[in-house]
Structures are given as C-alpha cells and as structure tokens.
C-alpha cells in the first residue's frame, strides 16, 4: 500500500514550509520506507512513500512527457489496458507506466478504461493542472484540503491536519448528521474546508479552480436479457469468482470476516474453493458475544453467529476459523483509539470494537488481505420485491400509513395522532429525541429539522421507497463514505482491505439482472441461493435469523460503568461538548444500562451512547475550533 500526499501552492513564498509538515504527520504510518518524489521549484511537491520495502523507487513514482503520476491500488485488467496502449504484455511494467501513458492518449476519460481499486494523482507540468481521481465503487479515498492560496491532498486525513491551523474548523452539520443518523450524502468530512474525493469521480485543479467530473453511473446500467435463468447463475458465478480473485491474487496469507450471512459466506467460500485447488487454506474471523445474549434480542436475531460460522468452516475443509470474543478489549478505549485513527466520528462507534480486535489477531497471524462482504445486500444478496402489491401494502397505500412499522390498530392511531399534533403545533418535541443525545439548542440553532427535510431526510424515517429504487439507494456509490472506514483500518494495521462485493463489474451485472431473478418461484434471493446451492450449507440457505454483531455491547459497558461515568464527567467540563450535546441525556442512557444492561433497551441504548461518545471524544480532540 503507498501513501500519496502533496501540495499545489499558488504562492510559493508563503507556503514553502506546508509540504514538510504533511510529510512529518504520515511519518508513523511508513516512517523510513521507500519513497519518491518530484519537487517543480516551490510550485508543487508530491510525494508517495510504500509501507512495503519490496516496493522500487520507479513503481511509485513515473514521469513521461513533463507529467508524473502517483497511484495506488489494484489494477485488474491491466491486459485490456496494454492492448488499448498498443503495447506488449510485460508484467514487470508498473502500473504507473500504463496509466500515465493512457492518460496522455486518451484524456481525461482514460479513467473509465481501469478496473480495480484504485487512487492516482497526476501533475500536468504543461497545463499547470493537478488530476485526482479514484475508483469507482472500491475501499479507498483521497481527501484534499483547498486554502486561498493552495491545495493540498493526502490519502489519510490526518495528513490534511497539521498546518494553517488557524483556518481548520469543525463541520458542525457533519456533527449533527452523526447525531441524529442524517446521511448527508455529499463530500464532506467533520472539517469544513476538508473534502474526500467522491468515488467514481475526478478532480482537476488549474489556477486554483476545481472542476468535478463523475465519470460512472452505476444508475445508468441497462437491463440484461438473457435467455434461460441459468445464464444468469453461470454469468453470476463466473463474475463473483473473478471478482474473489483478482481480490486475492498475490497475497501471501487470506483471511475473511465471516459472519452467519449470505454475503460474508459466499465471499469466503468462492475464496476457499479457488485456494484449495492450490492446495491453499484461508483464516477466517467471527465476532461473538462474551457471554449468552439470545434473552436481549427477539427470536429472529442470530446473536452469536458461530452457530452457522463452524459448520462452514468445517464444510469447506481449508478454513481456519477463529472466533474473536473480544475478552479484554475497553469499549472505553477502543473509543478513544477510533477517534485518533480516523479523525471522525463514526455512525456504528459502537461496532468498531470487535472489527479492530479482528484486526490485531488477524495481525498476529500474518494475514496481509483481508476479504469483507460490506456491499453484497445490495449486490450478491439482493432479495428482489414482488412485483405486485400485497393486500396489506395496498391498505397501508389507501389509508395513508406512511410508516415502516408494522401496520395494527394501535400503531395506525399512533401515527394519525402524531400527525394531528403535528399538525396543530402540539407536539414541540422532535423525534430524534428517541434515538439521539443531541442538544436541543444546538438543533435549534442550525434549524436542523428544516435543514433535514430540505435535503430529502425524513427524521421519522417513514418514507416508504419504491422497491425498484432500493437497491441503487443501498448502493449509492456516488456518495459512499464507508470504504473510507476499512481504507483506514488498512493502512493502521497493514493489511489489505477488499471487499469483492463491490466489485465495479459485479455491480454492474447485479444492476442488470432483472427482479424477476431475484425474486424468482416465490424466493427471495433466488439468484445467490441457486448460485450457491451444495456450496454453502442448507441450513445457512434456509436460514430465518438474521444476524447481529456486538450483541453485548450493554454488558461490556455495564462492566465498564466507573471509566464511562468518568468519560461523561469529563464531558460535562467542556463548553463546547456540552453546547453539542445533551450531556444528561447520555448519563440517564449510561445509568439505565448499568441498571440492566439486558434490558429490552439496553443495546439500542448503548448504540446511541457510544455513538455520542464519538462526537463528544472527537469535539474534545480539537479544542478551539468549536463555538
């Protein structure tokens, strides 16, 4: 993995000492490794640095025709890429030599030509122009930070952090988002001068002018029609298996994150069925619970997946499974660590716990790639939808219950004398106060109701979406900020994140199935079942539960209730934590799951507190650029 960060500077005079100060803030992630880099007089310095000593000078750095390229990533049709340049397979040429050479035949547009998982940069010493662009739907990201008077851009945050301090201030929307699980679908970070670069998107900076390009959309795939159903699996399973090995292709040691689902299932055992016939094993890892938590949830709610996970692992013959309890981690601590690692609060704060501690042991045992199945609900997996209305939604259509919940007597009454209230100005309390610790005033201030409602949120979350629509709204590739997560997590731990799932031509080919193959003979997921049928457990196909990670959360903080009164003492110090959020409202939360933690509202409980924890813990990181 290579580090990129530089610097375009439209005042070289003022800015000379900017450059040295990113490097020194990415120094702990690659501190004396292999590195290269161009330096145009005080105009622009970029400069990639590998975590890997194997790396030459010439793979991170290449420069033809007065223009140089950095990059990182994975390039998987690189043969597609050497037919297009007119040249000779050589696998020894860097990717950088291919895709500088495209870009200089083909313009702007050579990005649509790369598969992959990819970032690049490229300076243009001819036009002046400084090119940034990244894949189209893969974990990875590049931030840019634009001043009056420069540029820069870094592939971690942090490196975005350390200079012309005076000018950083805290995203106080992106903080209300987090809050109140408002995704605000746009580039934003919790810095408001700080951008990441959308996936499937360029950007090009000439004079100190930006201009953003998309250059997929995912929402434009045209429908396939073939002509038998079993086409449509063979295709299915020859993308998956291309998409699994272009994944795994040159690790030295697999592992995967298998959980009791389709997704995490399947990944792991096209992975394993490619290794064993190179008489290759995968460790595969499983979060479970400390101690029994099926009492917490309903009967639906698998709660420790390893019911499913040891079954498969011994299916498949050459998978080494490890079932990560995560014994001695501090939620407390891992709290802490997430808000130095990503320089964010986090939405699922409190599931970072157990995905860390995968890491370390999978750290431990030298694994260097590690497979994921973020995406595969709305990839793999997806269910389909019935093409005709139920008589229950048809109800629901006529009598105008426009709610998620399930539609009875009592919950119809609720939801019309929620509406009446409304309507007469009633009610002045706001929903979020159900599932959020955000202060009142601070809401108040930034009209964040309006605000919601403006960009499309509903706060009730009672928006029923057309089920043709779904799927492309779970994909949402435009504004996908997830991959930047596991991208982090990469790069901390130096292991190699994919998750096949997201795969740009997989993605496509899903898109392009009609509904009538996923909700095929009156089953839902008909294609991944078929595909899949004798590959995965029959138990694991038929399966009614879903699964649920970090089912004990209550329980670990109940355990933990001195360090978290502590944490929320110190919060309730701070002007600005307390001008953001209710501080009362967390230690009532707090005080009910140390009352009991196996309370029905227990986890939700401790899903919003760690939640706020985040925001608190990172509004406490950066003092003075708050109100």
């Given at each position: 993995?290579n580090i990129l960060y530089g610097l375009v500077s439209f005042d070289p005079d003022t800015n000379s000492d900017l450059f040295p100060i990113i490097q020194n803030s990415l120094s702990e992630f690659a501190p004396s490794l292999i590195s290269d880099s161009v330096d145009h007089g005080s105009h622009i310095g970029v400069q990639t640095r590998s975590l890997h000593t194997e790396f030459q000078?010439?793979?991170?750095?290449?420069?033809?025709?007065?223009?140089?390229?950095?990059?990182?990533?994975?390039?998987?049709?690189?043969?597609?890429?050497?037919?297009?340049?007119?040249?000779?397979?050589?696998?020894?040429?860097?990717?950088?030599?291919?895709?500088?050479?495209?870009?200089?035949?083909?313009?702007?547009?050579?990005?649509?030509?790369?598969?992959?998982?990819?970032?690049?940069?490229?300076?243009?010493?001819?036009?002046?122009?400084?090119?940034?662009?990244?894949?189209?739907?893969?974990?990875?990201?590049?931030?840019?930070?634009?001043?009056?008077?420069?540029?820069?851009?870094?592939?971690?945050?942090?490196?975005?952090?350390?200079?012309?301090?005076?000018?950083?201030?805290?995203?106080?929307?992106?903080?209300?988002?987090?809050?109140?699980?408002?995704?605000?679908?746009?580039?934003?970070?919790?810095?408001?001068?700080?951008?990441?670069?959308?996936?499937?998107?360029?950007?090009?900076?000439?004079?100190?002018?930006?201009?953003?390009?998309?250059?997929?959309?995912?929402?434009?795939?045209?429908?396939?029609?073939?002509?038998?159903?079993?086409?449509?699996?063979?295709?299915?399973?020859?993308?998956?298996?291309?998409?699994?090995?272009?994944?795994?292709?040159?690790?030295?040691?697999?592992?995967?994150?298998?959980?009791?689902?389709?997704?995490?299932?399947?990944?792991?055992?096209?992975?394993?069925?490619?290794?064993?016939?190179?008489?290759?094993?995968?460790?595969?890892?499983?979060?479970?619970?400390?101690?029994?938590?099926?009492?917490?949830?309903?009967?639906?709610?698998?709660?420790?997946?390893?019911?499913?996970?040891?079954?498969?692992?011994?299916?498949?013959?050459?998978?080494?499974?490890?079932?990560?309890?995560?014994?001695?981690?501090?939620?407390?601590?891992?709290?802490?660590?997430?808000?130095?690692?990503?320089?964010?609060?986090?939405?699922?704060?409190?599931?970072?716990?157990?995905?860390?501690?995968?890491?370390?042991?999978?750290?431990?045992?030298?694994?260097?790639?590690?497979?994921?199945?973020?995406?595969?609900?709305?990839?793999?997996?997806?269910?389909?939808?019935?093409?005709?209305?139920?008589?229950?939604?048809?109800?629901?259509?006529?009598?105008?219950?426009?709610?998620?919940?399930?539609?009875?007597?009592?919950?119809?009454?609720?939801?019309?004398?929620?509406?009446?209230?409304?309507?007469?100005?009633?009610?002045?309390?706001?929903?979020?106060?159900?599932?959020?610790?955000?202060?009142?005033?601070?809401?108040?201030?930034?009209?964040?109701?309006?605000?919601?409602?403006?960009?499309?949120?509903?706060?009730?979350?009672?928006?029923?979406?057309?089920?043709?629509?779904?799927?492309?709204?779970?994909?949402?590739?435009?504004?996908?900020?997830?991959?930047?997560?596991?991208?982090?997590?990469?790069?901390?731990?130096?292991?190699?994140?994919?998750?096949?799932?997201?795969?740009?031509?997989?993605?496509?080919?899903?898109?392009?199935?009609?509904?009538?193959?996923?909700?095929?003979?009156?089953?839902?997921?008909?294609?991944?079942?078929?595909?899949?049928?004798?590959?995965?457990?029959?138990?694991?196909?038929?399966?009614?539960?879903?699964?649920?990670?970090?089912?004990?959360?209550?329980?670990?903080?109940?355990?933990?209730?001195?360090?978290?009164?502590?944490?929320?003492?110190?919060?309730?110090?701070?002007?600005?934590?307390?001008?953001?959020?209710?501080?009362?409202?967390?230690?009532?939360?707090?005080?009910?799951?140390?009352?009991?933690?196996?309370?029905?509202?227990?986890?939700?409980?401790?899903?919003?507190?760690?939640?706020?924890?985040?925001?608190?813990?990172?509004?406490?990181?950066?003092?003075?650029?708050?109100?």
């Amino acid at each position: 993995m290579n580090i990129l960060y530089g610097l375009v500077s439209f005042d070289p005079d003022t800015n000379s000492d900017l450059f040295p100060i990113i490097q020194n803030s990415l120094s702990e992630f690659a501190p004396s490794l292999i590195s290269d880099s161009v330096d145009h007089g005080s105009h622009i310095g970029v400069q990639t640095r590998s975590l890997h000593t194997e790396f030459q000078a010439q793979e991170l750095l290449y420069s033809e025709n007065n223009c140089q390229i950095i990059s990182t990533g994975r390039i998987d049709n690189r043969k597609d890429l050497f037919t297009l340049l007119s040249m000779k397979i050589d696998e020894s040429i860097p990717n950088n030599i291919l895709l500088l050479k495209l870009y200089l035949l083909l313009g702007d547009d050579f990005v649509k030509k790369i598969d992959g998982e990819w970032t690049l940069v490229i300076w243009n010493g001819n036009s002046k122009e400084l090119f940034l662009a990244r894949d189209p739907f893969g974990i990875g990201t590049i931030y840019y930070r634009k001043g009056h008077d420069y540029i820069a851009f870094s592939s971690l945050l942090k490196g975005l952090l350390d200079f012309d301090k005076s000018h950083l201030k805290i995203n106080e929307s992106y903080i209300a988002g987090i809050l109140t699980v408002w995704d605000r679908l746009n580039d934003e970070t919790a810095f408001e001068d700080i951008h990441f670069l959308l996936p499937a998107h360029y950007l090009k900076i000439i004079n100190g002018k930006t201009e953003f390009k998309r250059y997929w959309i995912a929402e434009n795939t045209p429908v396939l029609q073939l002509n038998t159903e079993m086409e449509y699996v063979t295709r299915f399973n020859a993308k998956l298996e291309q998409s699994v090995r272009n994944r795994i292709q040159g690790a030295n040691k697999i592992g995967s994150q298998l959980s009791s689902g389709f997704d995490s299932s399947t990944i792991t055992t096209v992975a394993s069925e490619i290794l064993k016939k190179e008489g290759k094993s995968l460790t595969a890892f499983t979060s479970i619970p400390k101690e029994d938590t099926s009492d917490l949830f309903n009967p639906l709610t698998a709660t420790n997946e390893s019911y499913l996970t040891i079954p498969t692992a011994q299916f498949l013959g050459n998978v080494d499974l490890q079932l990560i309890r995560s014994e001695q981690v501090s939620i407390v601590q891992n709290l802490k660590e997430m808000t130095d690692l990503h320089h964010s609060p986090l939405h699922a704060a409190g599931n970072l716990f157990w995905i860390y501690e995968i890491y370390r042991n999978a750290g431990k045992e030298g694994i260097d790639t590690m497979l994921i199945g973020q995406f595969g609900n709305s990839t793999i997996s997806w269910t389909g939808y019935t093409e005709k209305n139920s008589v229950k939604e048809k109800i629901k259509q006529l009598i105008g219950f426009d709610s998620n919940e399930k539609l009875t007597i009592s919950s119809y009454i609720g939801l019309m004398s929620q509406k009446f209230k409304k309507y007469m100005g009633i009610d002045q309390s706001k929903i979020w106060d159900s599932y959020s610790h955000i202060n009142s005033k601070f809401a108040e201030d930034i009209d964040l109701e309006k605000r919601m409602l403006e960009s499309g949120h509903d706060p009730y979350f009672r928006q029923l979406v057309p089920n043709e629509k779904k799927q492309i709204q779970f994909i949402n590739p435009q504004f996908s900020k997830i991959g930047a997560v596991w991208h982090d997590l990469s790069y901390y731990f130096d292991i190699k994140t994919f998750d096949p799932s997201a795969d740009k031509n997989l993605v496509e080919f899903c898109l392009s199935v009609p509904n009538e193959y996923y909700y095929r003979y009156d089953t839902p997921k008909w294609l991944i079942k078929t595909a899949m049928k004798g590959r995965l457990l029959d138990d694991l196909i038929h399966q009614k539960k879903k699964g649920r990670q970090a089912t004990d959360l209550s329980l670990r903080i109940a355990n933990e209730a001195k360090e978290f009164e502590q944490l929320l003492e110190s919060f309730d110090q701070n002007k600005a934590i307390t001008y953001y959020l209710d501080i009362q409202k967390m230690k009532d939360s707090l005080a009910s799951i140390i009352k009991d933690p196996r309370n029905k509202n227990a986890y939700n409980n401790s899903i919003y507190l760690t939640r706020s924890i985040s925001c608190a813990l990172f509004i406490q990181s950066h003092p003075n650029k708050f109100v």
